[in-house]
């Protein structure tokens, strides 16, 4: 099984730890992100992974190297300049394996990717996308009124549920290829909405899990408390 991390983006909103080290890089405790990413897939059966790499590239490679300390085989791609989150994979089209995994490198989850590649396979699926809930709450009383004005709904302090995507993919080569043109910058929302409206089928997958966006200063500080308490949630057993 092969798997693409995304690696190469300039992490802005944990400016200034970013302006030294790239966001993968980033340390949980004594372990940086990327490396507990990294062992997750090698637990759930991945043998080879590419990282897309552009910012800082060359610490990334410096602690990855060929892979060999996580039991996996390492190469990488490198943007000239920003591509996207599905972009880095016009650039690796003719390395892409028949079914392949697409994660952010600073994912922190312990959702379980060896039952998505079953899931997958399976389901014989053209795209998968690992999603969670999460809800947005307003603080305040929404008045619903009339044309006139008059009050028609007054609901305090609503709260509406939504699934989001957990940045963790997994993709059918044949199924994704014809979207890997020339252009220069894609997103995954593009490429999702794509495939859906083309008849691909993208199979949201939702698991019991733990799952945080690193992307925040408050939220990172959270991380470091989740990984040091939940250690073995995250890793396994040691």
């Known amino acids: ?82 591509m996207g989150t599905a972009g880095p994979l016009t650039l690796m089209r003719d390395r892409l394996a028949e079914e392949f995994i697409v994660a952010n490198g600073d994912l922190l989850t312990d959702f379980n990717m060896a039952a998505m590649i079953e899931r997958h396979k399976k389901r014989n699926s053209g795209a998968s996308m690992a999603v969670v809930q999460r809800q947005i709450s307003i603080e305040f009383g929404l008045i619903e009124t009339d044309e006139d004005m008059q009050l028609t709904g007054y609901r305090e302090k609503p709260v509406w549920p939504h699934l989001v995507s957990m940045g963790l993919y997994m993709f059918s080569r044949d199924a994704v290829a014809p979207y890997l043109g020339n252009k220069s910058y894609l997103d995954m929302p593009e490429l999702m909405r794509s495939l859906a409206a083309d008849g691909v089928g993208v ?36």
């Not at 199979?203 to 925040?216: A, E, K, M, T, V």
């Not at 408050?218 to 396994?236: C, H, N, V, W």
């Open 203 to 238: 199979d949201c997958i939702r698991q019991d899990c733990s799952w945080l966006d690193i992307g925040q200063p408050a939220d990172y500080a959270k991380a470091q408390t989740l990984f040091s308490d939940s250690r073995e949630m995250y890793l396994g057993p040691v």
């Open 1 to 82: 099984m092969m798997a693409v991390v995304l690696a190469g983006g300039k992490g802005t909103r944990l400016m200034p730890y970013t302006a030294v080290f790239p966001k993968p890089l980033m340390p949980l405790g004594d372990m940086p992100v990327i490396e507990i990413l990294l062992r997750q897939l090698a637990r759930a059966g991945v043998t080879k992974v590419i990282l897309a790499v552009n910012h800082l590239h060359h610490l990334i490679r410096a602690f990855c190297g060929n892979g060999s300390s996580f039991g996996l085989e390492i190469e990488y791609c490198l943007e000239d300049k920003p």
